[in-house]
């Protein structure tokens, strides 16, 4: 579980707070997709649920480990090491004698359950493959890390459209299929309405939009389009559906 | 060049082996630059002619030398994680302390040890145990433990944020790496059957040009040319140093001479885009 209270963050350089009284509850199991534009303090929102960088004020409250999936590949995976080692490194959290032949059985059993064919790149120096199946397999680790709250943050957003929507469907199938608790920004709209079980708008530091279930599926782009727009120019604060 | 030059510079080649290997841990499957050889070695040989001075047996000074310079580096490397000092400082400042103690164990600047018996076959048990060396470092290095070992030195923020305590293991290269300085220190020793306090001076430099030139000759793009490359170099590198004293260079050269051959061998791998 993740819970925000009353939070405040405030960089030198800025005036003003790039995280404003924000208040959030994410609950165990939960798929959140947040939206927003640049500098509305999605990634510092992240650091802070990450413990990278501490609030000015409030309190932030994290229940389980937490891994982050980033943008940049070399980020979360070793581009010297095979795909194997990778994955391999991502799935054991201790080192157990003979665990690593058994490892490879389940890597996969694993990689052919989802459908992708990494198999047969699994000796394959990671370095060697395209960047978008480097970063599905960095995904993939960071999904499979043993933590159960996992940040994905525009993990799509350097691959071309085909692949994106790749990633995004198997991104969604491990989430469910291992119960994790899962929070990801994005800059496509129609990913963050296809996927998720609760949509976050994020405005000046703020939740300007927060709705899930039914309510969620009953958005269409146009819609987010336009409130996304309201708020920009009125800055009324919360939005109620 | 005579049959004695090649024996005994493949002799010292092989013991010069040990540090570059040792060497070869911290800096490339750690990313961490290490110096404390240069205080390891010298100590692993005052220890080891201490002890069978006072008449332990050699297989139990041999013991213990790597077991001091194993303690070193450790040393060494808690001083740059704990007190954030940089390491290569941390490694010179452990070896400099180090030269008050192994003069304080020896008792003297030089001991010698011409009654004490030699090793035989020298050349033959040095080979063999480089190989059987090789063999299981390659094994450890690709089982579980040593994938989360090489992880450190490729990605520390990656091994962190996947549960590796990176320091634990900085402190196992270390120690493996100062064991082998220490061996070697008392393998020359035994070579030699002299103990002189000063003999640690440039092993440092020696075993990185070793390091180098192997890197240089086959290169480090797999786990094995890695692990090979410090011996292969070790060896080359001496030969190529007893060539140069054969040319008809005085004995005082030789510092000389080693300082120009590790600035060859760093303008080649530069030219061939080895990073150093």
Redesign the interface.
């Known amino acids: 579980m993740i819970q925000l209270k009353a939070v405040y963050k405030t960089f030198n350089a800025m005036s003003r707070p790039v995280i404003n009284d924000f208040h959030l509850t994410i609950r165990p199991q939960e798929f959140c997709v947040m939206i927003g534009a640049n500098g509305s303090g999605k990634s510092t929102l992240f650091k802070l649920i990450n413990q990278e960088i501490k609030p000015d004020s409030g309190e932030v409250n994290v229940l389980g480990d937490v891994?982050?999936v980033k943008q940049q590949v070399?980020?979360?995976?070793?581009g010297?090491?095979t795909v194997f080692?990778n994955l391999?490194?991502?799935l054991?959290?201790?080192?157990?004698p003979l665990?690593?032949q058994r490892?490879r059985l389940t890597i996969i059993h694993l990689l052919e359950n989802l459908d992708t064919d990494l198999v047969q790149y699994l000796d394959y120096p990671l370095r060697t493959l395209s960047g978008g199946q480097q970063q599905v397999i960095a995904t993939l680790m960071g999904l499979y890390?043993?933590n159960p709250i996992v940040l994905l943050d525009e993990h799509t957003a350097a691959l071309d459209p085909r692949m994106q929507r790749y990633l995004m469907q198997l991104t969604n199938k491990v989430i469910k299929r291992l119960n994790l608790t899962a929070l990801m920004i994005t800059h496509q709209v129609e990913d963050a309405l296809q996927y998720g079980d609760r949509l976050l708008m994020i405005k000046e530091g703020r939740v300007a939009l927060d709705i899930r279930g039914l309510q969620k599926k009953a958005l269409t782009q146009k819609d987010v389009v336009g409130l996304y727009q309201l708020h920009t120019k009125t800055g009324r604060g919360e939005y109620e559906l | 060049m005579s049959y004695e030059l090649i024996y005994y510079g493949l002799l010292q080649g092989m013991i010069l082996g040990f540090v570059a290997f040792g060497m070869m841990v911290p800096f490339r499957l750690l990313a961490y630059s290490d110096l404390s050889a240069e205080g390891a070695y010298p100590l692993g040989g005052a220890v080891y002619t201490t002890m069978v001075l006072h008449g332990h047996s050699a297989d139990m000074a041999l013991v213990l030398s790597m077991v001091c310079g194993a303690c070193l580096s450790m040393c060494s490397g808690c001083i740059a994680m704990r007190l954030n000092v940089h390491s290569l400082l941390a490694g010179i400042l452990v070896s400099t302390m180090v030269y008050s103690l192994d003069l304080r164990l020896l008792g003297k600047p030089n001991v010698a040890l011409f009654t004490f018996t030699v090793l035989e076959n020298p050349l033959l048990k040095l080979f063999g145990g480089m190989i059987g060396l090789i063999m299981i470092i390659r094994y450890f290095l690709?089982?579980?433990?040593g994938?989360?070992f090489?992880?450190v030195g490729?990605?520390p923020?990656?091994s962190q944020?996947?549960?590796i305590k990176v320091s634990q293991q900085t402190y196992l290269g270390l120690g493996f790496a100062g064991m082998l300085y220490g061996f070697a220190g008392s393998l020359m020793v035994i070579m030699q059957q002299y103990m002189d306090v000063g003999m640690g001076m440039g092993i440092a430099i020696h075993g990185l040009a070793a390091m180098m030139i192997g890197e240089a000759m086959i290169g480090r793009e797999t786990l094995t040319k890695q692990l090979m490359s410090p011996i292969i170099g070790a060896v080359i590198y001496q030969q190529v140093i007893g060539l140069v004293m054969a040319g008809g260079f005085e004995p005082s050269d030789l510092k000389l001479v080693t300082g120009c051959v590790v600035l060859v061998v760093l303008f080649c791998s530069n030219k061939r885009g080895l990073s150093c």
């Not at chain 1, 070399?74 to 070793?78: M, W």
């Not at chain 1, 054991?92 to 157990?96: N, Q, V």
């Not at chain 2, 690709?142 to 433990?145: E, H």
């Open positions: 891994y982050s070399k980020e979360g995976a070793i010297d090491m080692e391999a490194l991502a054991m959290k201790y080192p157990k665990q690593y490892l890390s043993n | 690709l089982t579980d433990y994938l989360r090489r992880a490729l990605h923020r990656f944020a996947h549960g």
